[in-house]
């Protein structure tokens, strides 16, 4: 799958237009340049950068078959195409792992992925309804990762992973006036933010890495985090 990672293609290449975000996936108007014609996509991923990547594969798909993007919607393979888009999944990316109260995951660890998937989450989850479970791992850009997040949300609660996770004092100034509440790891993270969402009828999206997502999930889960093993 070719990615832009949220880096638009520029010239007159086909484009996504119209972007529409839902809880069940993104759908675009593909606007087919020199054409005036549109083609309507529906994706099972979320998020504005999804659609953008649908486009460049396809597009790198009919250039390397030597299908000149111009005349593409002439191509008996294109309905196949964008019916295999439409059963794209990506695990772990934007993903509801539980209802009733909602657990959403990102494995995002880079300031430009959690630009990405926050926006898109506000898309489908109100800002004042969500709670946010987030930690970082050591390793990567803490203080731009959590100032991005602490400027989108406004309800945290703020944890370590078991894994490589990062000292909760070294970014928790970023949430400064904010709902905030300190959970000693992921175990605790996934409980008080379970009892909280189920009180108070919110969603929550966990946020800051893979260690951070996976091991929330398998709390959530009655699993133990400090059992998982990722290597």
């Known amino acids: 799958f070719v990615s832009l990672t949220g880096k638009r293609a520029q010239g007159a290449g086909p484009h996504a237009r119209n972007v529409r975000n839902s809880a069940k996936g993104t759908s675009f108007d593909w606007s087919l340049a020199g054409t005036g014609k549109n083609v309507e996509v529906n994706l099972g991923l979320i998020g504005r950068h999804q659609a953008d990547n649908a486009v ?22 294109l309905p196949a195409m964008l019916e295999a888009l439409g059963q794209v999944r990506w695990p772990g990316r934007l993903e509801k792992v ?22 898109a989450f506000l898309d489908i989850a109100p800002r004042a309804r969500t709670l946010v479970v987030f930690g970082v791992s050591a390793s990567k ?29 070294s970014f928790a100034g970023a949430f400064a006036g904010k709902d905030v509440t300190i959970a000693a790891d992921t175990a605790e993270a996934a409980r008080l933010a379970k009892a909280r969402a189920q009180e108070e009828g919110l ?5 800051g890495g893979l260690f951070l997502a996976a091991e929330t999930q398998y709390a959530w889960q009655g699993g133990d985090p400090k059992t998982l093993d990722f290597f």
């Open 56 to 77: 460049t594969a396809i597009a790198a798909a009919e250039a390397w078959r030597g299908v000149d993007v111009s005349g593409i919607e002439r191509d008996p393979a």
């Open 98 to 119: 539980a209802s009733d109260p909602d657990l959403w995951i990102d494995v995002g660890h880079t300031p430009h992925a959690l630009d990405l998937v926050t926006e």
């Open 141 to 169: 850009e803490v203080q731009k990762i959590a100032a991005i997040v602490a400027g989108r949300f406004d309800h945290f609660i703020l944890t370590r992973a078991h894994k490589s996770g990062a000292d909760v004092a």
């Open 203 to 207: 969603a929550v999206l966990a946020l």
